[in-house]
């Protein structure tokens, strides 16, 4: 990515901060929404961004982090329903140009996609770095 995004990400766990560390780091300006103030402990010394306590399944919290205006929107909460919820609310309400949603079971990714959502299944990238490790294993020992 080379010019700046202003990026929400909605779940600040596990993969929220990472991604938020990350893309704040290459110079995005990041705003991260988690309904737990105690999960910010994840963000790093240098993050640069802003953080918003509240549900994002409020749209009071949607608007505190002005999803209005960003161009990316990450929905990454660990609940499958409430990132296509969200996804659909930054898409439709806000306008975000770019959503991606996070969506643990692959078999309900084809749902999202028939209602323009890009998701990223964690399960399924899981899987296919699975099995490369498998084949680089099974061919290291060849
Ligand atoms: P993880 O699975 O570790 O990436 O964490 C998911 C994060 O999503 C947790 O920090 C939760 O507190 C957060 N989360 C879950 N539901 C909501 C919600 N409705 N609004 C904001 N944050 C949420």
Known sequence: MSSSLYIVIAGCGRLGSLLANELSR??????????????????????GGFTVVGDAVESDVLRQAKTGQAD??????????????????????????????RVFDPSRESVYQQLGVATISPTRLSA???????????????
């Open 128 to 142: 296919l770095a699975f099995q490369a490790a498998i084949q680089q294993g099974s061919a290291g020992q060849a």
């Open 26 to 47: 290459q110079g995005h300006s990041v705003v991260v929404v988690d309904r737990n103030e105690a999960k910010f402990a994840g963000l790093s010394a240098e993050f």
């Open 72 to 101: 990316c929107f990450l929905a990454t909460t660990n609940y499958d329903n409430v990132n296509l919820m969200l996804a659909q609310v930054a898409k439709t309400v806000f306008r975000v140009p770019l959503v991606i949603a």
